[in-house]
């Protein structure tokens, strides 16, 4: 028994040192690893997952602020969220590369669709739930349609809207996971690749991704505590 | 490469060798469909209803103790957000492959939505209902099992939903941890560019999802009659 | 029904006694319930009222042990509470709360049924026993598969009661039962559960911030006041007429005249007699009955004896009395309800006099302004009327 508790707990070890230190590859001839190749395929899955989430924030926030401002759409953007839901993400992923190719644009389209319904619908929701009484007062004293989505609705919608962009970055980061299958060479071609790599480099992957995506979530859930009005946070208990 | 030129022998459809869309094809070759379904089924119902049973373990005991609810919601929001392939590998060293480290992260994956699901749902029940109950000499058992947990159905239902549509979109991944699934049929050797395959597992992943979403939500109506009264 | 089940009834209700029952919540300067000792008789209403504050939800709670005795005792039949477990002791006490508490997942059959089910009758006699409740309460048998979002609200009251009733209870425990519903559907709830009273005859008690209703409803008034301290228990004829300091005579309100009426029922008044007239009757059979009565305006009833309006010249120069008369019989006053209620109707429908109705709605004689103001005016009447036994029965 204690064999075995030694034996993973060695293997944790191997895999941090593969963080930290090159060494040669198991197909030979090149050298992996290191701090310096982590940082990269770090940086480049935090860029393709910036981007992506990035540009489904620029399409899903405006189009869930005039749906939720208007009240139409309700089904759809309820029933766009169960089926994004629905859809596997290497599925979307594998269809990109089927039909499009790989790529950086490719892949960044294929997540910008997963990251699109979570964002959506909480922007949509959000607004719903702004108090009617507040947006009646708002128009009583003579904002413009536009002005009320703008100083009402939307600084009342945030905290919702940060948990959706919460939601989408959190899987966004992991989808990007299987990214080097398309092509594009983030921290999980270290666990896809274990040939390459060996067994330290994939544990040193799945803890490298494990790490980037609690990071990510803390990051935020601090944003999305920093974008609550003060006066609501003031109304309302925390959580 | 052997795997292709096999395709194209089987079908001997030219619209295979031009790498399109080929419906006639996956009607000729579902049976490679048929076990990574079953596989992909298992996998999905046996994470949701393990996540199911341990968050409703949880939800009891948070019931008594309520401060529990928060360091258990957020333990399990740990467990949600770690990405499932993460997690596959991080077991590896002590689970091993296979069945079994696909089923423990997929069903982690699972507990926070179904636990703070059953939460919401016994929370909602009306309070006035629970001290009538309570009042008539309902013991806490009965008025659980009797009238907190038939009131919170939907919200459980809700929550398995979810749950069970985004277990079957991990489950593709489940090939990773060498646990087969329709993901299988996606990822191995150079499928990944066969977009008729891509297509058909894919298509077929979200069919199942379809589906058991509106399994469980025809169960949820069977079983809350009331709620299709017309108020008066 | 009321018969047989008033002869069981009669004999299952059971007293009840506080003995010095003190509750005192930790860390609360003053008690929520100081030293309360009071005896109720079987088959009376007993009704705790007082400010918000006062304790009398408090020692309503008391009773059925949802709220635990901090000291003292309560007995019920003579045998401590303490000594059953409290799950027990609650499946034989009814229990109303104000907003009912129906289990929206249940039908009204299946709601009514739970504490004999719990009781572990068999399938059959629960059956019968709801069929029975519901027409106790004056609900269609129909009723009984539907859901509590189908009711509305007063007749989701309704339910309320009779599922407190199901398992035949010796003591009933009512906290502001018709407080949720609108004043008119009260009145009515409250002069049904009345006439429902007088059939069954359980020991009620009843809790209430409103003082009228108190007046109304009790046998015997506990008056309450901030700390959970007893001010006065009295029959509601003694609180109006000597109250025994100045918390309750403020309480009990300076329109204590008028309060006065709220002891007197309807059907226990001299009423008058309009000339009855059934339609198709020829007219001239109703001009010769005009003189022996105490009014001079036939009242039209249909062949159920129900009230369809008054006669005017114009009808009774008619050749037979028609079937919708000039004037509408409105208001209709009911026999069970209070004079109170019914000055207040007469006054909102600005007219000197209604017909009387009985519990099926058949005419039983004309109620007028006048006659309500003759015992404002005369201490006599109202004393001849003022005993609880003779209120209670009809």
């Known amino acids: 028994m204690t064999d075995l508790r030694l034996a993973f707990l060695s293997d944790f070890a191997d895999a941090l040192d593969f963080i930290f230190n090159t060494r040669e590859a198991q197909t030979g001839g090149v050298e992996v690893g290191g701090l310096a190749e982590v940082l990269d395929f770090t940086w480049e899955h935090v860029k393709i997952s910036a981007v992506a989430t990035g540009i489904a924030c620029g399409v899903a926030i405006p189009v869930g602020l005039g749906l939720g401002h208007a009240g139409k759409g309700e089904l759809l953007a309820i029933s766009i969220s169960n089926v994004g839901r629905a859809v596997p993400s290497l599925a979307l992923i594998a269809f990109f590369v089927a039909y499009l190719g790989v790529g950086f644009t490719n892949v960044t389209l294929a997540l910008v669709l997963l990251a699109l319904p979570p964002i959506l619908t909480n922007t949509y929701v959000g607004v719903r739930q702004v108090d009617r009484d507040v947006i009646d007062a708002g128009r009583g004293m003579g904002l413009r349609p536009d002005q009320v989505v703008r100083r009402i609705e939307l600084p009342l919608a945030l905290p919702s809207i940060f948990g959706g962009i919460r939601t989408s970055a959190v899987n966004v980061v992991a989808t990007a996971t299987i990214a080097p299958l398309a092509g594009v060479l983030t921290l999980g071609d270290y666990i896809l690749s274990a040939n390459v790599y060996g067994q330290d480099g994939r544990l040193a992957g799945a803890m490298l991704v494990a790490l980037l995506a609690i990071a990510v979530e803390l990051f935020f859930a601090a944003m999305q505590r920093l974008a609550v009005p003060r006066g609501l946070a003031l109304q309302q208990p925390a959580g | 490469m052997l795997a292709q030129v096999e395709i194209r022998e089987r079908s001997g459809e030219s619209c295979i060798a031009r790498n399109d869309f080929c419906p006639g094809w996956i009607v000729d070759n579902f049976d490679r469909y048929t076990d990574p379904l079953v596989e992909h089924v298992f996998l999905t119902v046996a994470a949701v209803a393990c996540g199911f049973a341990i968050a409703f373990a949880l939800a009891m005991l948070a019931r008594r103790q309520r401060w529990l609810v928060g360091p258990i919601v957020g333990i399990t929001g740990v467990l949600y957000t770690l990405p499932s392939l993460a997690v596959f590998f991080l077991l590896l060293p002590i689970t091993g492959r296979g069945t079994t480290t696909a089923l423990i992260a997929l069903t982690a994956y699972t507990l926070q939505i179904l636990f703070r699901n059953i939460v919401t749902g016994l929370d909602n029940v009306p309070a006035d209902a629970r001290d009538a109950g309570l009042g008539m000499g309902l013991t806490d058992r009965q008025l659980l099992w009797r009238v907190e947990l038939p009131l919170a159905l939907p919200d459980i239902v809700a929550g398995l939903r979810i749950a069970t549509t985004t277990t079957v979109g991990l489950a593709t991944l489940a090939v990773f941890a060498g646990a087969g699934g329709l993901g299988e049929q996606i990822v191995t050797g150079s499928n990944i560019t066969f977009k008729t395959g891509v297509v058909a597992a894919g298509g077929l992943a979200v069919l199942l999802a379809l589906a058991l979403d509106v399994v469980l939500l025809t169960v949820q109506r069977l079983l809350t009659p009331w709620r299709r009264a017309q108020p008066a | 029904m009321s018969g047989e089940a008033a002869a069981r009834s009669a004999s299952t209700a059971a007293p009840v006694e506080f003995r010095h029952a003190t509750k005192r919540y930790r860390g609360q300067a003053e008690d929520a319930l100081e030293d309360l000792s009071l005896s109720v008789n079987a088959g009376e209403i007993c009704v705790l009222v007082g400010p918000s504050g006062c304790g009398k939800t408090t020692a309503l709670r008391l009773v059925n042990r949802m709220i635990e005795l901090t000291d003292g005792d309560i007995l019920i039949d003579a045998a401590s509470i303490r000594t059953r477990a409290p799950a027990e002791l609650r499946r034989h006490i009814g229990y109303v709360i104000q907003q009912i508490g129906l289990f929206p997942h249940l039908t009204i059959g299946d709601n009514v049924g739970v504490v004999p089910r719990l009781l ?275």
Do not use: C
């Open chain 3, 120 to 394: 572990g009758w068999d399938r059959r006699r629960i059956l019968r026993r709801v069929e029975e409740l519901l027409e106790l309460v004056s609900l269609p048998a129909d009723m009984r598969d539907r859901f509590p979002a189908q009711l509305s609200g007063g007749q989701r009251q309704r339910v309320g009661v009779a599922r407190a009733l199901a398992a035949d209870p010796p003591l009933m425990l009512m906290d502001e039962p018709f407080g949720a519903v609108d004043p008119i559907n009260r009145e009515r709830l409250q002069n049904q559960f009345l006439r429902l009273q007088s059939e069954i005859r359980k020991t009620i008690l009843f809790v209430t911030h409103d003082i009228d209703e108190a007046i109304k409803m009790g046998d015997r008034v506990a008056v309450m006041q901030k700390g959970g301290v007893l001010a006065q228990y009295a029959p509601p004829a003694e609180l109006l007429m000597s109250p025994v300091n100045d918390f309750v005579e403020d309480f009990v309100g300076a329109d204590r005249a008028l309060k006065r009426l709220s002891l007197i029922r309807v059907r226990d008044v001299d009423l008058w007699q309009a000339p009855p007239a059934r339609v198709g009757e020829p007219t001239a059979a109703v001009r010769a009955r005009i003189a022996a009565a105490d009014l001079p305006h036939p009242l039209v009833v249909d062949a159920e004896g129900r009230p369809r309006g008054w006669m005017s010249e114009r009808d009774l120069a008619r050749e037979t009395v028609p079937e919708r008369p000039d004037s509408a019989p409105d208001p209709l006053i009911d026999a069970d309800g209070v004079l109170r209620d019914a000055l207040s109707d007469l006054l909102q429908s600005d007219t000197q006099y209604g017909p009387v109705v009985d519990g099926r709605g058949r005419a039983a004689g004309v109620l007028s302004v006048e006659i309500i103001s003759h015992f404002l005016s005369s201490p006599e009447a109202t004393e001849q009327t003022t005993d609880p036994a003779a209120r209670a029965t009809t």
